[in-house]
């Protein structure tokens, strides 16, 4: 049941952030993914779930730009109003929307992270990125920002290799959020992390969401986290969304035989 | 003429298909229908079973409706649960319908205080109002104020019961739906919970609730609608 105590879109009826139109990709022959349809509203937390291959991360790629759509186009709305088709982006205005409106945390944090600078420098580049100039401001922001993922000030100087796997995914989430991003795409941010380190990130996660009022595209193939985090879930098997819907709903009452094999198979300690 | 219906349903059904069971069709119910009216408290009742909670989880929005019409009042809209999109489930249950549930859904690292203030804080009361409140409630409920700023996963089944009784009042939702709210009390907190259904009801909200214990069904409940005869 839903009693988690999440925080819920805001109530007006803005325009959509995020809009996909019958997004679909191949990869030679084989099918990433196939006519995907979404919207994502301000504030709103999607889930994408399914099974390794299921397309779930073809499709985060495309809607961030990282892939590009066989068929179909993703249209976003800008911060001064305006919708735009991403395929039209220049290339110096996809990575300005990529450094700053926009944020993307990877389940690898090296990935994510620039491992030879430090923990300041990962979260301060970002502030650069979006014109901050002023090196004792940038570096007060960057402490300022490691204390909001509980990480001390006394470790700013040191580069993320020296820092434990959670470390690294609050470092990330920081370097992603100190621009205000509007958006951000997150693939499994807690996959591969001890059950203590992940029951504290997604806790660090839900209330920054909040507390931000950011829309975000998380793809998780578990289920406990999507329950946890997102107000809205799809399911996709063999590249194509097979249910969606408000995610408690989907996963009390599914109805498809996948999902509902997939909820069945949930370990419950 | 009474006031509109706070919340009206119409021949409503519901079954489950078990596609990992052969396909197994259950039916839960068929032909569910009544209304509440503001500042009434009407109880499901008949046995285990017969599908009063997951009358309650349609609606919510928790379960799906297979069949017929969930219609409760926003402002003078009246909408329709068993084909809203998700986005306007999520704001319904935000600002009009509050929901205890039987259990606790437990989240990692969250304090029972915050767990109970959650609500108002979505609703955009300042935290301290909020969590003022919440304390309030935790106090009336007779739950230790040590235990508050705990994670209540580690809690018993009836100070559980007491946090999501709690989490379920604070808001001010005009339909609350209970699913046994007072199933793991005792008789001092099973008081406490009937006195604050009386206070929703005088303050002209409407309730629905399922309660086995005959003494409490008695002493909130206005009506009973009888499950058993939409059995499908």
Request: with cysteine; glycine share 8%; charged share 25%.
């Amino acid at each position: 049941m839903t009693s988690s105590a999440m925080p819920r879109p805001k109530a007006d009826d803005e325009a959509p952030l995020l809009v996909a139109e019958k997004l679909t990709r191949f990869y030679g022959a084989r099918l990433g993914c196939r006519e995907v349809d979404l919207t994502l509203h301000p504030g709103e937390v999607l889930a994408i779930v399914g099974e390794s291959g299921s397309g779930k991360s073809t499709l985060l790629s495309l809607l961030s730009t990282e892939l590009a759509a066989s068929s179909g186009r993703v249209l976003y709305r800008q911060r001064d109003g305006v919708t735009r088709d991403l395929a039209t982006l220049s290339e110096a205005e996809r990575r300005l929307l990529l450094r700053t409106d926009w944020g993307f945390v990877r389940q690898h944090a090296e990935q994510g992270l620039r491992m030879a600078v430090s923990a300041g420098g990962n979260v301060g580049e970002r502030l650069m990125a979006v014109g901050g100039r002023h090196y004792g401001a940038i570096r007060q922001q960057a402490i300022d920002w490691l204390g909001r993922v509980e990480i001390e000030a006394d470790r700013v100087d040191d580069d993320p290799r020296s820092f434990s796997g959670g470390m690294r995914q609050r470092l990330q989430i920081a370097r992603n959020l100190v621009t205000r991003p509007r958006l951000v795409f997150m693939d499994e941010p807690t996959g591969g992390l001890d059950v203590s380190v992940q029951a504290r990130l997604l806790d660090l996660i839900r209330s920054l969401v909040a507390q931000f009022g950011l829309a975000v595209v998380i793809v998780t193939h578990d289920l406990a986290v999507a329950r946890l985090l997102s107000h809205r879930i799809m399911v996709m098997k063999s590249g194509r969304v097979i249910e969606e819907g408000l995610t408690d709903q989907v996963l009390d009452d599914p109805r498809e035989p996948y999902t509902q094999l997939l909820v069945s198979s949930v370990l419950v300690p | 003429m009474d006031a509109a219906p706070l919340l009206s349903v119409e021949a409503i059904a519901k079954s489950f298909t078990l596609h990992l069971q052969h396909g197994l069709r259950l039916p839960v119910v068929a032909g569910v229908s009544f209304t509440l009216q503001p500042g009434e408290c009407v109880a499901l009742g008949g046995p285990s079973g017969a599908g009063k909670s997951s009358i309650l989880k349609m609606i919510y929005g928790n379960y799906r409706t297979d069949a017929g019409h969930i219609r409760v009042a926003d402002g003078t809209e009246q909408v329709d649960v068993a084909t809203a999109a998700p986005r306007r489930m999520l704001r319904l249950r935000q600002q009009r319908i509050g929901y205890v549930s039987q259990f606790l859904r437990v989240i990692p690292r969250v304090a029972a205080l915050d767990v109970v203030a959650e609500p108002l804080l979505a609703e955009g009361v300042a935290p301290e109002a909020a969590r003022a409140r919440a304390g309030a409630l935790l106090t009336r409920l007779n739950l230790p104020e040590r235990l508050w700023l705990l994670p209540p996963a580690t809690f018993s089944g009836g100070e559980q019961q007491r946090v999501n009784v709690a989490r379920g009042f604070i808001g001010r939702q005009p339909l609350l739906l209970l699913d046994e709210p007072t199933a793991s009390l005792d008789a001092a907190n099973r008081a406490v919970v009937i006195d604050l259904i009386a206070e929703k009801k005088a303050a002209g909200c409407g309730l629905l609730g399922i309660f086995h214990d005959a003494e409490t069904r008695a002493a909130v409940a206005d009506r009973v609608v009888d499950v058993t005869r939409f059995s499908a």
